[in-house]
């Protein structure tokens, strides 16, 4: 992530208030709904969305998800960062104060 953005390890996400997060039994995914639409989100993205709860911190994030597809944090946190930046450009996050 860049340094512009002020992430690091410690930072907390949580989802933007506008956009409604939730597993949808019938698509068998996690959703993230918004007035405009609807995001189907594949697995990884479920998960590390499912994280954003405000009280996970990116190291959490990448713990977790590193126990979860059995891959090496070094494997995993570029790729979790990478995403969160996308989502917090999207305005799918925001950073817990």
Not at 29 to 53: D, F, R, S, W
Request: hydrophobic share 40%.
């Amino acid at each position: 992530m860049t340094d512009s953005k002020n992430y690091n390890h410690l930072s907390r996400f949580h989802i933007a208030p506008v956009f409604i997060f939730r597993w949808e039994e019938s698509q068998k995914a996690y959703v993230l709904m918004y007035p405009e639409g609807i995001v189907k989100l594949n697995a990884t993205a479920g998960e590390i969305l499912n994280c954003c709860n405000g009280t996970n911190t990116v190291d959490d994030i990448v713990l977790k998800l590193s126990e979860l597809f059995a891959e090496q944090p070094e494997f995993i946190e570029p790729r979790v960062h990478q995403f969160l930046e996308v989502c917090h450009d999207k305005g799918w996050i925001r950073s817990q104060s």
